[in-house]
């Protein structure tokens, strides 16, 4: 059973557009939500984080949305760029427990 | 170094042998967590140390699956007796003590069971 559930599968945008990638989650206990990009053959990277405490991050052109009521949360990219082009994972723990559970991720292309 | 640093990138074995992959984290950083990352999929947990104490094992799939933090510093994960459903990316990630930090990842280990 999937802890975090994430779409879309894979998206597709032109240079400057706003992707947005969605995921849901079950458990109440997650308390703290981050956002992963990875490149083919390298590491996830961490790119934002938020707490249940607040809805709405920003870091630069990465945006979390956070929806406690739902259960949802999502990244916007703005001013999208080919460098983007990448497969993002969000995520979930709690605080006790420090492993993280992902979601199947979004392969997200950026044409220019 | 700078960053987590994963051993060795690439591994390929026949079928039922033993492999060990290692993983040097980020100097300091108390914790250590092992993920495998199916082609296509999110990475998934299997163990995790707070030092040399394995804390959380309760990813590890089989008895197969092995891993060790003597010193509280590197670690290894050992596969022993190797199947094809072994083949995936092992990551491993580090991070400071305490609950939810963020966890900083190596480029991990592609293992290919022949």
């Known amino acids: 059973q999937q802890q975090v559930k994430q779409s879309p599968q894979s998206l597709i945008v032109q240079k400057g557009g706003i992707p947005i990638i969605n995921c849901a989650y079950e458990?109440?206990?997650?308390?703290?939500f981050p956002w992963y990009q990875q490149f083919p053959g390298k590491g996830p990277a961490l790119l934002i984080a938020i707490r249940p405490d607040v809805s709405e991050k920003k870091e630069g052109r990465f945006t979390i949305s956070f929806n406690k009521s739902a259960k949802q949360f999502s990244l916007h990219i703005m001013d999208s760029q080919p460098g983007d082009s990448a497969t993002y994972f969000c995520?979930?723990?709690?605080?006790?427990?420090?492993?993280?559970?992902f979601g199947s991720g979004t392969k997200l292309n950026v044409k220019p | 170094g700078a960053g987590v640093s994963q051993s060795p990138r690439y591994k390929v074995a026949k079928r039922g042998q033993d492999v060990a992959l290692r993983c040097d984290p980020i100097s300091g950083h108390v914790s250590l967590f092992w993920y495998q990352q199916a082609l296509g999929q999110g990475p998934e947990f299997l163990t995790y140390?707070?030092?040399?104490?394995?804390?959380?094992k309760s990813g590890l799939p089989s008895d197969r699956f092995f891993a060790e933090r003597p010193e509280g510093s590197v670690s290894t994960l050992k596969i022993q007796r190797t199947q094809q459903e072994d083949s995936a990316v092992y990551l491993c990630?580090?991070?400071?003590?305490?609950?939810?930090?963020?966890?900083?990842f190596g480029d991990g280990t592609r293992l290919s069971i022949l």
């Open positions: 995520a979930a723990s709690m605080n006790n427990f420090n492993k993280f559970y």
């Open positions: 140390f707070q030092n040399e104490a394995q804390l959380d």
């Open positions: 458990n109440t206990a997650f308390d703290y």
């Open positions: 990630a580090s991070s400071k003590e305490g609950g939810n930090q963020p966890q900083h």
